[in-house]
Structure formats: structure tokens, C-alpha cells
T-cell receptor, first 114, second 112 residues
Framework: ETGVTQSPTHLIKTRGQQVTLRCSSQSGHNTVSWYQQALGQGPQFIFQYYREEENGRGNFPPRFSGLQFPNYSSELNVNALELDDSALYLC?????????????FGSGTRLTVV | LAKTTQPISMDSYEGQEVNITCSHNNIATNDYITWYQQFPSQGPRFIIQGYKTKVTNEVASLFIPADRKSSTLSLPRVSLSDTAVYYCLVGLRGGSQGNLIFGKGTKLSVKP
């Protein structure tokens, strides 16, 4: 079975720009979560999508938004980029909406905002 | 949500057993204890999960005392490739709507 794939792997954007990150969930998984990981910190939960609906959100402003598609792939959109948005963005997928069957993480997208 | 405390870093040598202890004094009745491993520039990888007593798999063992206020991840005979950050998480088995709460983790350095 294929794991979680994220694209692009690296990205450089200018402050104020918008960015879209993409995630393909593991085969058989219908739930996708997104995390932000700053250097030297643990991952911080952004939001989760289950069956194309957001069903959980962390402490992130509305300029962080997402989508989940019928094939369960997902996008993370960030508007009005700030320097502090520079981080590794991780996508995780699971079966069911609760994650009780375990989460599989992708390798992430390294976003640098200059 | 239960907060966890674990050492910032640990050093070990190849072939040794490594024990990383995590404190979670306000763990709730329904909470599970889960450990993840993360290599640089990769996503976290599930290692082991338990509720009480002892759990063992092909990678590690997890020891949980009766009061469940702490837990210990045991890695037998570590190798250089076990150098990574290890996170202890406490919460509902699958997180609350995907919300896995990660702390700063323990950076394990294995030396030859």
C-alpha cells in the first residue's frame, strides 16, 4: 500500500503571498489532518478533514484553510503569509474520523517565508 | 488534555538499552499513551501505544505503572539509526478529532 505523499517537498514564498500545499492520503484512509512544525518544536495541530468536512481545528487563524476531495486527498491553503509561517507542514491520514486505527504521516513540506 | 513532561535529550551508545520516561500526572481515565519517533525532515512514525501494564512489539516496550501517571519507553539494543526525537502523547486513542498533542519530545543521540 502507498503511504502519505506530500507536495512540494520544499517551497520558498514571500511575505504576503498565498501558498497551497497538497497531500495524498494512504490507500484506504478517509481522514486527513494537518500539522505545523516549527524548528525544534513538536508538531502543532492545524485541522482535520473527514469525508470532505472539517471536523476539528487547532488554534490557527482563518487564513489557514483546507479542502478534502472525494478521493480523500487534501490541500492546505495559507493566505497572507507571515515570516512565522516558516515551518515543516505535515499531513497525516487515518481510517475513520477518530484516528483510533492509527495515523500515518507524510514527510512534509518545508515552507520558507522570506 | 493531559500534559506530558519528558527529558529534552538523552545520549546512549550502540547496543545499550534506552529507557525514556514520560510524566503525565493528570492523565484521564479514557486516555491512552502513545509514542512516536521522528527523524529529521520526516513525519512522526507510530512506535507503540498502551493503556496499562506492559505492551511489547517488535520495536519497543512500553511500561505503564498502575497509577498511569508516568510511562517508560524501552528501546532494546539501540543502533545509530535509532537517533531521533521521541514524543510521548497522552489522550484519546485516536486524539480528539485528530488533535494529537505533541510536546517538544526527547532527542535521543546514539553514539558508536
Amino acid at each position: 500500500e502507498t503511504g502519505v505523499t506530500q507536495s512540494p517537498t520544499h517551497l520558498i514564498k514571500t511575505r504576503g503571498q498565498q501558498v497551497t500545499l497538497r497531500c495524498s492520503s494512504q490507500s484506504g484512509h478517509n481522514t486527513v489532518s494537518w500539522y505545523q512544525q516549527a524548528l525544534g518544536q513538536g508538531p502543532q495541530f492545524i485541522f482535520q478533514y473527514y469525508r470532505e468536512e472539517e471536523n476539528g481545528r487547532g488554534n490557527f487563524p482563518p487564513r489557514f484553510s483546507g479542502l478534502q476531495f472525494p478521493n480523500y486527498s487534501s490541500e492546505l491553503n495559507v493566505n497572507a503569509l507571515e515570516l512565522d509561517d516558516s515551518a515543516l507542514y505535515l499531513c497525516a491520514s487515518s481510517r475513520g474520523g477518530t484516528g483510533n486505527y492509527g495515523y500515518t504521516f507524510g514527510s512534509g513540506t518545508r515552507l520558507t517565508v522570506v | 488534555l493531559a500534559k506530558t513532561t519528558q527529558p529534552i535529550s538523552m545520549d546512549s551508545y550502540e547496543g545499550q538499552e534506552v529507557n525514556i520516561t514520560c510524566s503525565h500526572n493528570n492523565i484521564a481515565t479514557n486516555d491512552y499513551i502513545t509514542w512516536y519517533q521522528q527523524f529529521p525532515s520526516q513525519g512522526p512514525r507510530f512506535i507503540i501505544q498502551g493503556y496499562k501494564t506492559k505492551v511489547t512489539n517488535e520495536v519497543a516496550s512500553l511500561f505503564i505503572p498502575a497509577d498511569r501517571k508516568s510511562s517508560t519507553l524501552s528501546l532494546p539494543r539501540v543502533s545509530l539509526s535509532d537517533t531521533a526525537v521521541y514524543y510521548c502523547l497522552v489522550g484519546l486513542r485516536g486524539g480528539s478529532q485528530g488533535n494529537l498533542i505533541f510536546g517538544k519530545g526527547t532527542k535521543l543521540s546514539v553514539k558508536p
